[in-house]
């Protein structure tokens, strides 16, 4: 039987840099399971008056900030986690089973066409499965994952056209374009915004010089010149309009996250992944203690004397460790945490890490008076959690708040 590499509870924060690079190997057994194991206790559920009221009243997004600040609200947001789908589908399959309801009754409360005529019951049993997700974020991802538009494959240019003339006809009402196009409304949405908006001035291929100068002109004069984090306070749609709308959003937020961010902290130099920031990585991982790797908020990682990688490089690096494991398909999270914490058991000698200067964002001097013509990126998401595109606060446009 799988033992708990330590006995805190699941779900921490990450444990900071100085402390994994300070802190003794540990020993530990491998075993041999499947991919989640839905034994192991998950987060708490926190207040018992906050829960309930996170599972049946519908609050939008400004609704779940005031009451952060004024309540001292807790809940979660994000992409939903491997356990946490797991979770929604049993507790689906549990309504139906108990109310002998079909799968197309199933599909009509799913997908109720007059919102105030929602089966709140529904929604509120199944969200209180879960802990710490508004119901409202709820009912946005299951019609999303149970929409019978889901995954239809590539865009083929007659519906780019159709849904060009769509949003003519109909402007940003997602949910009307969506009948015409036969996709789903975030489809429709991520596609013109990401795609056909702005198609006649929109750059393709290698970013310039000079277009990588003007991004990192334009993010850092949104995000450090006003005290904010510009590797998760950025609204990437404004830095798109500011550039022209000569690089996408999507186009943007890439070539920042993946490349120029980590360069602007460097120094101007641009930093390698050595065998130290893959020890910090695994031990910051590991002392999240989570059932499962869909859980992390790859945003937590860095600190400020580790901060070099973004949430995304992050995300990616780990993925690209894990795959390196024979059989990995087949283990469940924790035995993939055995092996690399001893493949990573041991700190690389100080030979092996590069020297290089790692600056806190929030402490990064900018020159005065940044030329203002400079522009952003181009290029498809790969390694995101759910290959949507994302806002500063992790959300989608149609938000699960």
């Not at 356990?83 to 689906?92: D, G, K, P, S, V």
């Not at 490349?259 to 695994?282: F, H």
Request: aromatic fraction near 6%; charged fraction near 30%.
């Amino acid at each position: 039987m799988h033992m708990q590499s330590s006995s805190q509870p699941m779900g921490q924060p990450p444990s900071t840099s100085g402390a994994i690079l300070n802190t003794a190997p540990k020993s530990t057994k491998t075993t041999h399971k499947r991919v989640l194991d839905m034994s192991l206790p998950g987060p708490d559920h926190g207040n018992p008056d906050h829960a309930h009221m996170l599972a049946n009243k519908w609050m939008n997004a400004t609704k779940l900030a005031e009451m952060v600040k004024t309540q001292g609200l807790v809940y979660k947001k994000g992409k939903f986690s491997a356990i946490e789908e797991q979770q929604l589908r049993t507790a689906i399959e549990a309504f139906k089973a108990g109310r002998g309801l079909t799968n197309d009754q199933l599909q009509d409360i799913i997908f109720q066409k007059n919102e105030k005529g929602k089966d709140n019951a529904f929604w509120s049993e199944i969200t209180s499965a879960l802990a710490l997700r508004p119901i409202i974020a709820v009912y946005h991802h299951v019609r999303r994952a149970f929409h019978p538009k889901k995954q239809q494959g590539k865009w083929m240019p007659e519906e780019d056209v159709v849904l060009k003339q769509a949003v003519a006809d109909l402007g940003q009402q997602w949910e009307k374009v969506s009948e015409i196009v036969g996709r789903m409304s975030s489809d429709c949405r991520d596609r013109y915004r990401n795609h056909i908006a702005n198609r006649e001035v929109r750059v393709t291929g290698v970013w310039t010089k000079e277009e990588e100068e003007e991004l990192t002109a334009i993010v850092t004069e949104m995000t450090i010149q006003q005290g904010k984090d510009f590797d998760n306070d950025v609204f990437w749609g404004k830095v798109s309009d500011r550039m022209g709308n000569r690089r996408g959003r999507q186009q943007c937020r890439i070539k920042w996250t993946d490349s120029l961010s980590k360069t602007v902290k460097n120094e101007g130099q641009k930093p390698r992944w050595s065998a130290q920031d893959a020890y910090i990585l695994v031990h910051k991982v590991d002392s999240m203690n989570v059932r499962d790797d869909t859980e992390i908020d790859w945003k937590t990682l860095p600190d400020s004397d580790w901060n070099l990688w973004s949430a995304h490089s992050l995300q990616r690096r780990w993925l690209t460790m894990k795959r390196g494991i024979k059989g990995y398909e087949d283990m469940t999270h924790q035995e993939i945490m055995d092996i690399l914490r001893v493949k990573k058991a041991h700190l690389p000698p100080a030979s092996a890490a590069r020297k290089r200067k790692v600056t806190s964002a929030a402490n990064i001097d900018e020159p005065a008076d940044p030329e203002p013509g400079d522009v952003g990126p181009s290029g498809t998401q790969e390694g995101t959690s759910d290959g949507q595109d994302r806002d500063a606060d992790g959300s989608t446009d149609d938000s699960d708040a």
